[in-house]
C-alpha cells in the first residue's frame, strides 16, 4: 500500500515542477522575445561610424550605406527604451546623439546658419564621400525630440544637458518646420 502513495507524491512533485516551469517560460518569454528583437536590430542596423558616433543604415544595402534622420530619431527612441530595461547603456545613446549632432542642417540662402535640426539624408556620393543632403525632415527631428525627453527620464544626471537640447530642436521645429499661417508643421525645413 505504502507503494501507491509515494507514485502519487512523485506524480504530483513532477507535476508541479512541469506546472511551474510553464508558467515561468510564459512569463519570462515576452521580455526575452523582446530582447532578442532589440539585439538583432541593433545587429542589422547600427553601423559604428567612429569610435564616439554611430548611425542606423537604412539602406538594405551594406555597402552603401543610408543614414536618414528619422532613422536615427528611431534610433535614439529604441535605444532609451532599451535602456529602460537594461539592455543598452548611455554611451549607446550618446552615440548615436553624437551622429545626430555630426550632421545638422543648415539654413540660409547660402546654408551657412547651423540649425539643430537634422539633415535628413547623409549618404556616399559618385567619388565616395559621406556627404550630408539639405534641409530637414520634421518627423525626424519630432522623433529625436522625442528620444531626447525620454533619455532625461532614464539617466537623470544628464537630463539638464537632454532637456536643453530637446529645448533647442524644439525651438528651430517651430521656427523652420511649421507654417505661422496654416497652423501645422512642415514635412522640413
Request: proline share 3%; hydrophobic share 35%; net charge positive.
Amino acid at each position: 500500500m505504502k507503494r501507491p502513495v509515494y507514485i502519487w507524491l512523485l506524480t504530483l512533485v513532477v507535476a508541479v515542477i512541469y506546472i511551474a516551469t510553464l508558467a515561468f517560460v510564459r512569463i519570462k518569454n515576452p521580455e526575452h522575445i523582446q530582447y532578442e528583437a532589440y539585439r538583432r536590430w541593433q545587429e542589422t542596423y547600427l553601423v559604428r561610424k567612429n569610435n564616439k558616433q554611430t548611425y542606423v543604415n537604412t539602406s538594405n544595402d551594406q555597402k552603401h550605406p543610408v543614414a536618414l534622420s528619422e532613422g536615427q530619431g528611431y534610433g535614439l527612441q529604441v535605444v532609451s527604451r532599451a535602456a529602460e530595461k537594461g539592455w543598452a547603456s548611455e554611451n549607446d545613446f550618446d552615440k548615436l546623439l553624437n551622429y545626430y549632432l555630426a550632421h545638422r542642417d543648415y539654413v540660409g540662402k547660402h546654408h551657412d546658419q547651423l540649425t539643430y535640426l537634422m539633415s535628413w539624408r547623409q549618404s556616399y556620393n559618385k567619388e565616395g564621400q559621406w556627404v550630408d543632403d539639405h534641409n530637414s525632415a520634421t518627423d525626424g527631428d519630432l522623433y529625436i525630440a522625442a528620444a531626447l525627453h525620454r533619455a532625461a527620464k532614464v539617466w537623470p544626471q544628464k537630463a539638464p544637458y537632454y532637456h536643453k537640447l530637446e529645448q533647442q530642436i524644439a525651438t528651430d521645429i517651430m521656427k523652420y518646420e511649421y507654417n505661422p499661417t496654416t497652423h501645422m508643421l512642415t514635412v522640413g525645413d
